[in-house]
């Protein structure tokens, strides 16, 4: 077996499983659907069934999709809201059996199929009808899609109900609130499954009920709700007391009240809904003045007078119905005594005698109750209608009256028993009939069911010349004396030894004492009934004199003016008869109903006693024959549940095989073939007509509708995801272009500024090469903007080059011709900017040394050759520490105040040998110190001066005061610290001029009068000697020219 049949059955059996649970031992009395009966051609099985439930309060049971339903005559506590949403979308079978399981399943076949459906609802007077068909709207009310419009459409509907009840309901002895008239309501659906609108044909209203209640019944509701409810005001504006005994055509059958009615209540109902329906205020006045016009009608009595003929004789009812009718008194009064008859082309008023008055009055309150009946459904669908023409479907509920049998049985009763008959021939064709065919036809194997085919009866009625409708109508119309019994022996005459038909005389012995000689007996396939002909001719024409309505037609009453139309034909030309009237409604409806799929509601009466709890078996079997419901039951068993054509089973259900999904190639019936199988149907689940598949059980449909379900979100999915792919697709491409676009637009761009740019930069290289010709030229266009770039491009690249320090002379840009005078501006004052930075930077033991500095840079600067190298040497405080002074000396020059000390050579005054000495500068003398001893002490006062040569040698010579010949002489000393030793000599002796820089030689006294040289001269290296001619000759090496320039 497949996978997918597999969780098929697995989920029918899950369904039965739930439906199990979900259901409570009260729920399981009996059985739910007659179709599983075992002995379902057994009446008395059927019978047990039902009664098995009912007293456990189970009011409805299947068969198959038809609903069957019992009178409970109790409120149940099944209709709540909680129990419609239980029922939304629920399958058939999951729950109980439940008016609610067909109204839902109703409606979603008409949307998943977007075809027209119609509940036919049946049973007899006080069965349910009414009550099921409201119970219906009640949840598609609740169950519907809601905005606010259709909100608006679903008030109306439901409204709809009050209204009609009130003016075409009453009490019977059958039913405290019995239809008397038939309704076909069709509720219009869009494609989202929202009411959209409604229309409503109505079918026979039982006007005569307006005149004549028989015992313990009443008129129309809305009578009795506007004389107990209505509001004073309105009453007295009516001209009304409230008081229904006051009104001879409300108390005909003596029940003016009733227990289970409430009047007073029902009126605030009925005002309310006329009022959402939109009636104007002008039209609902002029729809109780109608009421109360007939009431005042009732109460119009006559006299005879002396020649016999009718006379009014009280007139304020005629004043009312003059002020409520719009119409004079005196019009009024002519109009109820006379008729116009023809006499030779003249037209005269004969009065009429106190019967045909009166007869004249109840048919003139019938005609304008009926008319205004009439008008009220119309204005009803005029509210309910859906104006926009977009497809509808719809789904017709049939409340129409039942069968009906009373003791006497008059004219309604044979138009009401007629239209069951049709009723019943609609059901035969829909079902019995058509299934039988059709399992013919689609060759089928199949039980026939035997049933009874009430066409013979539907004929004996109405057909065409020979049926009862046409006698009654031949001697409703013939010339002559045409009575009731006259119509009866016409009956007799055509119908003797018809099946279904007997009268007093045609009928045997037996018969015959159970027929009135006034009487004729049709046997109903719902039962044989026996109908008084009294009346039917006068019921049939429903006459109206022709003067009375043309007093209706000078009406002031918008309805009544409307009701009796100017336009109406002529009463020369007989209108048509009530009967025939019925019979083309009839079939108006049969042609309505038979374009729909149906569906059925069995109502019936548990007991004629209107008895909560009481169970009648006579009553109930008698029922379930005349419903159909064994014959019903048979086809189902027989049957198969459902059937459709291949092409419609394959299309919705294709998808659930991969063969037959997306397309199928072959016939629609392998198709169906391939499918079922790959579902794993069983061979005796379904069969294969020529055109159809027929599946025996409702839950193998539902099943494969269930798994069709969940499909159908994959699919979904799918179709979705693939949109999505096709529209991101789209968007993809057309993003791509538009990115192409811009890309375009934006390379373009670029390019022409490029280009724009390139013509630029040629026009700038051109304009810079000819500037850079005529540089040298005077300024002129040509040249000035090159000449500004110069310029500042000079000017930038300086601001990055500029030197970093004061002594760095050699960074400097070198400037292009123009700029020559510029920059040495530039340099000077750059120069001098550094220099105050520098001097502002330095701190005061800097500037000290410095000025000691610059006081050598006086002496030294540009005289002697090796100066330039002593700049970069900062001095010292001291060469040599105190430590580094003998002790002895130290402590014998000490409070001199020692203030530098430096390492010289000594050379000897005489050989000039060289010796390293200390040279110690105190206070007041320079002493040339060897370890421990003083060499000499030459005091600051006695120093002539100093002499050092113009080259680069380190050599000083000290020049002294010598007056005596002990006295050494002149000092000639080598020091490496030249400079400092010498500047600091100044300072220290604060003789500032006295140091000579020599060229050539340098004359000294060794001792007084005796004199020396030292001869200075540049050489290749560095050589002291004594020369030939006795002289020191001091030999040193060039120092290079560059030094002597940047000092
Ligand atoms: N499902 C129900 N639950 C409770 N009471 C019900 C139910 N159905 C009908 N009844 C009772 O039975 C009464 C008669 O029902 P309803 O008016 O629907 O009968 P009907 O078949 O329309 O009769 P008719 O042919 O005379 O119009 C209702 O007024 C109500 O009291
Ligand atoms: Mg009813």
Redesign the pocket.
Known sequence: MYMFSKSLEERCNRILRDMEGSLTARDRVGIQDFVLLDAYTSESAVLDNLRKRFNENL?YTYIGTLLV?V??????GI?TKKQMDIYMGVNFFELPPH?YALADNVYRTMLTETNNHFIL?S?????????????ILQFYAVSCPSTKLLDNVRDRLLLSNPVLEAFG?AK?L???????FGKYMDIQFDHMGGAVGGHILSYLLEKSRVVHQNHGERSFHIFYQLVEGGEEDLLRWLGLERNCQRYSYLVQGECAKVS?VNDKSDWKTVRKALSVIEFSESNIESLFAIIASVLHLGNVTFVADSQGYATLNNSPEIHWLSKLLGIPAQVIQVGLTHRKIEARSEEVLSPFTVDQAVYAKDALAKAIYGRTFTWLVNELNESLANKDSSRKTVIGLL?I??F?VFSVNSFEQFCINYCNEKLQQLFIQLTLKSEQEEYEMEGIEWESVPYFNNKIICDLVEEKFKGIISVLDEECLRPGEATDMTFLEKLEEKMGGHPHFVTHKLADQKTRKTLERGDFRLLHYAGEVTYSVVGFLDKNNDLLYRNIKEVMRQSKNAIVKHCFPSTEPDSKKRPETVATQFKSSLVGLTEILMSKEPWYVR?M?PNEG?QPGLFDDVLVRHQVKYLGLMEHLRVRRAGFAYRRRYEIFLQRYKPLCPDTWPNWKGTAAEGVECLVKHLGYKPDEYKMGRTKIFIRHPRTLFATEDAFEVCKHELATRIQAKYKGYRVKGDYIRQRQAATKIETCWRGMKARREREKRAWAVKVIKKFIKGFMTRNQPACVDNTEYLAFVRQNYLTRLKENLPKTVVDKNTWLTPPPIMQEASQMLRKLYTRHMVRRYVQGIMTERKAQLQIKGLTSSIFKGTKENYPHSVGIPFVDTRISEEDIHIKVYQMIRQERIKYSVPVVKYDRNGFRPRFRQLIYTGSAAYLVEEAKIKQRVEFNNLKGVSVSTLSDNFLILHVQCEDIKQKGDLVLQCDYLFEALTKLCLVANKHNFIKVVQGSVKFDIQPGREGFVDFKSGQETMIYRAKNGHLMVESTRTKSRAMIQN
């Open positions: 009011i339903s009178n409970p005559y109790k409120e149940l209709y008016i609802i049973g007899e007077s006080g069965a349910g009808k009414t009550e099921a068909s409201k119970k309901n019977t059958k039913n405290d609130n019995s239809s008397r289970s409340d009256y039942g009906e109502c009466k209107k």
